[in-house]
């Protein structure tokens, strides 16, 4: 029989004050953990923190932190070890999409801006690699196991013409930066996988695209289950990754879209 229960675990969640990081922080929460919530939107983080903590009963904490930034990043993960004693989960979900300029005279490709650009690439690839080095260098090397879940997307394996190259790139960048840390960190007992939501409801994401927000596009989209995806179904894949029933997938992006990806 198997368990997947987290209970005692004390997870890290990234870009945890809105969307889909709260929904991973209050799913891990209820499944036993003990859960930081960062953001750089420390007012939100903290009011959906003491949410959850009321809600589970665990001691859920919020932390205030720029993903990109690294003496913020170092600052953080050295007061969440001391106030939770380690950490044994990593989820690198804090994510931003900036498309390029949509206004009268302007093009959306040609127009992008090396400050989108830069913006996005520090936030969406610099940002999981530099936690997931802070968190392993000062807590998971020395308990000699861990789990690490990435937040890709399937904007990291399919393309669009919408004007948000960097999205893209750094979506795909994740992808790549999960194997390279599965290889490097697999004789620390660390497993890294990465996740590849298609558009899910409760994201933000999900709002800024016209197109998906609109249901009835996914009856002629080219989905299999015709719809967009819901609360809970990216989350019941993160809490079997980061079990301790998972012994053996490693490296690997899993994409949760419904099958969306999957049709020519
Ligand atoms: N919602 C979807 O349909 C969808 C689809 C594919 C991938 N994703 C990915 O899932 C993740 C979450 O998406 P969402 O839709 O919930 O977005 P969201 O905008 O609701 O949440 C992102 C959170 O990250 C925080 N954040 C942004 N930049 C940060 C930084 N530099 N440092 C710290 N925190 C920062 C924001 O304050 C926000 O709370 C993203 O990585 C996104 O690319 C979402």
Not at 48 to 70: F, L, N, P, Q, W
Not at 105 to 111: E, V
Not at 177 to 187: M, Y
Not at 237 to 252: A, H, K, P, R
Request: charged share 20%; aromatic share 8%.
């Amino acid at each position: 029989m198997y368990e997947f229960s987290l209970n005692g675990k004390v997870a890290m969640v990234t870009g945890a004050a809105s969307g889909l990081g709260t929904e991973y922080a209050e799913t891990l929460a209820e499944q036993g953990c003990f859960v930081a919530l960062v953001d750089y939107n420390l007012d939100k983080a903290r009011q959906e923190a003491e949410r959850i903590a009321e809600k589970t009963g665990k001691h859920v904490r919020a932390y205030s932190c720029d993903v990109g930034s690294e003496p913020e990043v170092k600052a953080m993960v050295a007061e969440a070890a001391e106030d939770f004693g380690r950490i044994d989960i990593l989820v690198n979900n804090a994510g931003i999409l900036l498309y390029g300029p949509k206004e009268e005279g302007k093009d959306a490709f040609m127009d992008y801006s090396v400050e989108s650009w830069e913006r996005v690439m520090r936030t969406n690839l610099t940002g999981p690699w530099l936690v997931t080095r802070e968190v392993v260098k000062q807590s998971m090397q020395f308990l000699g196991r861990g789990r690490v879940v990435n937040v890709a997307s399937v904007g990291g394996i399919r393309s669009t013409a919408a004007g948000c190259p960097s999205y893209h790139a750094s979506k795909a960048g994740v992808i790549m930066l999960t194997a390279s840390q599965a290889a490097e960190l697999a004789p620390y007992g660390i497993l890294v996988n990465a996740i590849s939501p298609g558009s899910v409801r409760n994201g933000t994401m999900y709002s800024r695209s016209a197109s998906a927000s609109r249901e009835e596009t996914w009856k002629t989209n080219g989905c299999p289950l015709q719809r967009s995806g819901k609360y809970g179904e990216v989350s019941a894949l993160l809490v079997m990754l980061v079990s301790d029933e998972n012994t053996y997938i490693n490296g690997q992006n899993i994409v949760v879209d419904g099958g969306w990806t999957i049709q020519m």
